[in-house]
Each structure stands twice: as C-alpha cells, then as structure tokens.
C-alpha cells in the first residue's frame, strides 16, 4: 500500500519556516480503517553534522495526544498546557502517531486529564513495543515501511469506531477557523450542548479543557501576525484577536509561551542569527 502525504505538518510550530531549513518532517494521511482516530503518521529525519546552526523549535501543542518513538523507546506525549521545545542534533529519526483530539480515547479508555503533561510508556498498551521494536522501526530508510509498522501495531489493539471523536474534530476545526469569534458559551449554543458536558467532554476525551484550545488558537494567530511585522502593534493584535486589551493578550501569552509576545519575538528573531553550533538533545 501507498501512503500519501499529508500538508498539514506545521500547525503548533511556532516557526515552521525556521524548522523546514533543519528537519525533514514527513506526514502521512491514515489508511481508511484508522482515519476515525488518527490525524497522521509522522517521519522526521535530520543530519546537522555538517552545519554550525540551530538547534531548537518551539512548539505549542495541540490537543491531541501522540506517540513518539525515538532512539530505542516509545510513549505517549500528554497534552503540556505550555510550550515544548524541540531540539536535535548530529543526524537522526524521530516517528510516531499523531491522534486525532479524542482519537486516543479508544486506545486509552480512561478520563484523560489524568495523562496531561506526562509522557507514558508505549508497552503499557503496546507490549511488542519494546526497544527491539523501536530500533528496527527507525533502522528503516523508507518512510512508506515506517508507516505500515505503525498502522498494524495500531490495529493489534481493534479500537471502535465512536462518534465522539467526530463532534470533537468539528468543534476543533470551528475553533481554530474563527478563534476571534469562538467562546465557550457560543460552542456549546452551536453543537447543542450545555457549558458544563462541552468542558466534560474535553477533559475526558482531549485531556485537556476547551478554554485553552481557544487560546492556543488565538495565540499562534498571534505569533503569525507577529511574524509577518518588524514591529507588531501589540494593541492592534489583540484587538484582531479578540482580547478587550492588549494585557489580556499579553498575560495568556505569558501564561502559555512563558514570556511577553515581544520577548518572545526579540529572542527568536535573535535565534535566527548566525550562530556557532550548540548541541542538543531530545524531542517535542
């Protein structure tokens, strides 16, 4: 079987255009059995021996949970309210599953809050995924073979199909097509819910609440426009945002990205300088 490549690699990267200069990052759309649950599947290779820059993306996540295998061991990633940063070095591969939100729920019938910022081991679920698996996983140099080992551990554990995941993707794609717009209030009016079994459903199938998926939306659309100025008007932002001030803009970023939107674009600006090599370490 062929897979086709998925273009929607990037969302969550805070500078994609920075981080495609660095690593080949490979998505691939799911075969049709495992479409209700996953987004994609993911191959990332890089060779920095030869380069004197780099390394180092930040990453806001999305409310999905994914399971990464990298240099001999798998886990799951929980959802990090804030930021992540990804770093590499030397040459390697990274690969793994990217959920849909809600699409591990099946997999991992529990409530998911209770796996929020933690990372846990793939063999709880996955017991053939052990470091002799993730080893010959990466050994492969054809991305197509990656996948197709990925997708039969995945369909070793037979998930159902449950129409939750879909009502969650339509609530994810409305937030982040108008997230000036969305609320809490307006997203349960529109999908016939109350408030209190909106923010329900997100703790127990996302793993995380829906006030922040609203806010993650709104800030990468703020690193965007940031990134598009020499000199963002902060005041401007927030209002096209949707915040009532600028602190308000500045405070969730502060809270989530882990300084002010204009420290932020000081230091990535000064991160995209020439630079002698720093080794890294790790992953998202």
């Known amino acids: 079987m062929h897979y086709a490549e998925s273009s929607h690699r990037h969302r969550g990267i805070l500078n994609p255009e920075n981080f ?5 990052l490979r998505c691939y759309k799911p075969s049709p059995d495992l479409a209700p649950f996953i987004e ?20 806001l996540t999305q409310p999905a949970i994914n399971l990464f295998f990298v ?14 940063t990804f770093r590499a070095s030397g040459k390697g591969t990274y690969a793994g599953v990217k959920f849909k939100p809600g699409g591990f729920h099946p997999f991992w019938p529990q409530v998911l ?52 995941i879909a009502l969650i993707g339509e609530i994810i794609k ?22 209190r079994n909106l923010q329900r459903l997100f703790q127990e199938y996302v793993g995380i609440g829906i006030k922040w998926s609203i806010v993650r939306a709104r800030l990468l659309a703020a690193v965007g426009q940031a990134h598009g100025s020499t000199k963002p008007n902060w005041t401007s932002v927030a209002a096209d945002l949707g915040y009532s001030s600028q602190s308000h ?22 991160a995209r300088l020439p630079r002698t090599r720093t080794s890294f370490s790790g992953t998202f």
């Open 249 to 270: 803009l500045v405070n969730d970023f502060k809270r989530i990205i882990g300084v002010s939107p204009s420290v932020y674009l000081k230091s990535d600006r000064v």
């Open 40 to 59: 994609h599947c993911f191959v990332a290779r890089w060779d920095l021996r030869n380069q004197a820059d780099y390394i180092g993306e930040d990453v």
């Open 113 to 164: 809050t209770t796996a929020a910022e933690s990372s846990i081991p793939a063999t709880k679920l996955f017991p053939q995924a052990d470091s002799a698996f993730c080893i010959a996983l990466l050994a492969h140099e054809n991305n197509q073979h990656v996948v197709a080992e990925l997708e039969s551990l995945l369909r070793s554990k037979q998930a159902k199909p449950d129409a939750k």
């Open 71 to 84: 240099e001999g061991t798998a886990f799951f990633n929980g959802i990090t309210p804030g930021k992540r």
């Open 174 to 195: 409305t937030i982040e097509s108008d997230p000036f717009e969305c609320t809490v209030v307006a997203l349960a009016a529109k999908f016939h819910m109350s408030e």
């Open 20 to 24: 495609e200069k660095h690593v080949d």
